[in-house]
């Protein structure tokens, strides 16, 4: 499944951005993180009908652009993701590890 965006509205300070093939598993951190930067001073998303439209995130920077907000924030999550993958990759393999020695 292909996730795109679409920019529905923006302005020098705020921007609405439609998000296809998103769900809330990516919106709500996304918004928290975004929530984070100096930068941002409002930011939220929703979905008008779950079943049939996009969500739509919304977000306004005091200064700067706001799609640049937006790309600032997907790189500190991947960041954070990445770090996070990897530390349960080596807590899943001290469990592989203890279940084997008990196996034994």
Same mark, same amino acid.
């Given at each position: 499944?292909?996730?795109?965006?679409?920019?529905?509205?923006?302005?020098?300070?705020? /921007?609405?951005?439609?998000?296809?093939?998103?769900?809330?598993?990516?919106?709500?951190?996304?918004?928290?993180?975004?929530?984070?930067?100096?930068?941002?001073?409002?930011?939220?998303?929703?979905?008008?009908?779950?079943?049939?439209?996009?969500?739509? /995130?919304?977000?306004?920077?005091?200064?700067?652009?706001?799609?640049?907000?937006?790309?600032?924030?997907?790189?500190?999550?991947?960041? /954070?993701? %990445?770090?996070?993958?990897?530390?349960?990759?080596?807590?899943? %393999?001290?469990?592989?590890?203890? /279940?084997?020695?008990?196996?034994?």
């Amino acid at each position: 499944m292909d996730s795109k965006f679409n920019i529905i509205s923006k302005d020098k300070d705020s /921007i609405t951005v439609e998000m296809i093939n998103y769900d809330n598993t990516l919106l709500r951190p996304l918004v928290e993180e975004l929530l984070k930067d100096d930068k941002v001073v409002e930011s939220h998303y929703h979905i008008k009908h779950p079943d049939i439209d996009n969500p739509e /995130i919304f977000v306004k920077v005091s200064s700067g652009k706001p799609q640049a907000a937006i790309k600032r924030t997907i790189k500190r999550m991947d960041k /954070i993701y %990445e770090s996070l993958y990897t530390e349960f990759q080596k807590d899943l %393999e001290k469990f592989d590890n203890s /279940i084997e020695k008990n196996e034994q």
